[in-house]
């Protein structure tokens, strides 16, 4: 049984901003700044979404670069990788057209049953699909308790798909759906950018 997080280091920093945020002077900042492994830059698909900058973070709470993206109305938030536990997925979603991220924001009694659901079975499950390349699972290393899960998707119609719906359909689903609908979710598409385009 996989349970929750205390004392954990960050593994990544994730800075939502307003729609457009990430400009040509955001762009450079980024090739200028960051050491080791590169940020993934991110935008939302939908004309009213967010952009996304994910940091992956090297030393303390918050990278410097993290900081320095965020700009006014932007979100920054540090998390610890939950799943995968072994770092073997590392990079993957920046070798990919979209990303599918969902944030749930669940109510205390609901937090390690839906932690258990994802971990021992929802990721393996849905990663299994054609098209879906690998999945992550975070916790935020302080603020509001929230799960951030992270796909690595071929196209956007994939979430929606019958497929997908079929595969995450399950007994154990059926028991954590009143967790979910008592939470507030927040699922959004990104399509990846380039660094330096």
């Not at 990919?96 to 049953?113: D, I, T």
């Amino acid at each position: 049984m996989s349970t929750a997080g205390t004392a954990k280091d960050a593994d990544l920093t994730a800075v939502w901003m307003p729609h457009g945020g990430i400009d040509e002077n955001l762009r450079t900042h980024i090739h200028d700044s960051a050491k080791g492994p590169k940020p993934l830059l991110a935008r939302g698909i939908e004309s009213e979404g967010q952009d996304l900058v994910l940091v992956p973070t090297l030393q303390g709470p918050t990278p410097p670069l993290a900081a320095a993206v965020g700009r006014d109305g932007a979100d920054v938030v540090s998390y610890w990788r939950r799943y995968p536990a072994d770092a073997g997925q590392t990079n993957i979603f920046d070798r990919v057209p979209y990303l599918f991220s969902v944030r749930v924001f669940a109510p205390p009694p609901w937090q390690q049953p839906l932690r258990d659901w994802l971990d021992q079975e929802h990721f393996e499950r849905q990663t299994s699909m054609e098209g879906v390349f690998a999945s992550e699972g975070y916790e935020p290393v302080t603020g509001q308790f929230h799960f951030f899960n992270l796909w690595a998707i071929a196209h956007p119609d994939l979430i929606d798909s019958a497929e997908w719906i079929k595969v995450r359909d399950s007994p154990w689903y059926e028991e954590v759906r009143p967790g979910f609908q008592a939470s507030v979710v927040r699922r959004e598409i990104y399509r990846t950018l380039e660094p330096d385009s």
